[in-house]
């Protein structure tokens, strides 16, 4: 069943999984300020909700996003963390939730440092990505200055983030941007397989496991200690023991009761 959160974010749950469109194909999907609050909203929905075990992003009509709407941003720049934008942005950084992309088209800007966030991400062959921040005499935003260096090394983080150009499907891949090409005519299916697939783990081990990846970096006994802290957490679950019966019975676990 859709839902619109705003007159341009549409949202769909089915079996575990929260699709987010963006739905403004007049103006190629470019964000606003209450687009931003309405992203916000779908992942926070996701935090409280034990049934999404996933959020899907996606656009419409052959576009992803062009990023912000110019007009929007000059008429209400962001002012501080509680604007929508920061609202947006924090929430992306906080969720254990797994979030996925389905790129068509242009992903500028954020559209781009976004996917940086993000566990999966599929783009079409003619996918094309941008990060034009230093041609309108503005900075990266969204950890982007830090994500991308970590993601493809320094010098290919400089070439992106200090000329601005747009660049493609199979250059964001091998920069970690996006984690898979597809066809175009595939791209939907090949993502929602996918998240279909993330859907059907056990939520609660799902989310740990992220929340472990994500945490900053520490002493490799650290983050031994805290796993060690987790897994045992995590082996008096019913969903362990659901998974363990399955494995000696030789049966397929069901995970969707305890979730």
Known sequence: MENHLSEHVITEFDRGVLLVRFNRAEK???LTSEMYSALADAIEQANEDKAIKVVLFTGSEGVFTA????????????????????????????????????????????????????????????????????????LPEAGSSQLLVEACGYKKAAGLLML???????????????SHVSRKEDLMDDAMSMARKLAAKPGSALRATKRLMRRTREPLDERVRAEGELFAQQLQSDAAREALSAFMEKRAPDFSKFD
Not at 79 to 92: H, K, L
Not at 164 to 178: E, H, N, T, V, Y
């Open 28 to 30: 190629k999907n470019a």
């Open 164 to 178: 601005g150009a747009p660049f493609s499907a199979r250059d964001a891949l091998d920069c970690g941007i996006i």
């Open 67 to 138: 990023g912000n709407d110019v007009a929007d941003f000059l008429e209400g720049p962001p002012a501080g963390s509680g604007s929508p934008v920061f609202r947006f942005i924090d929430r992306m950084v906080r969720t254990d939730v797994p979030l996925m992309a389905a790129v068509d088209g242009f992903a500028v800007g954020i559209g781009t440092t976004m996917l940086l966030h993000f566990d999966q991400v599929f783009a079409s062959e003619d996918a094309t990505f941008s990060l034009p921040f230093i041609n309108l005499a503005l």
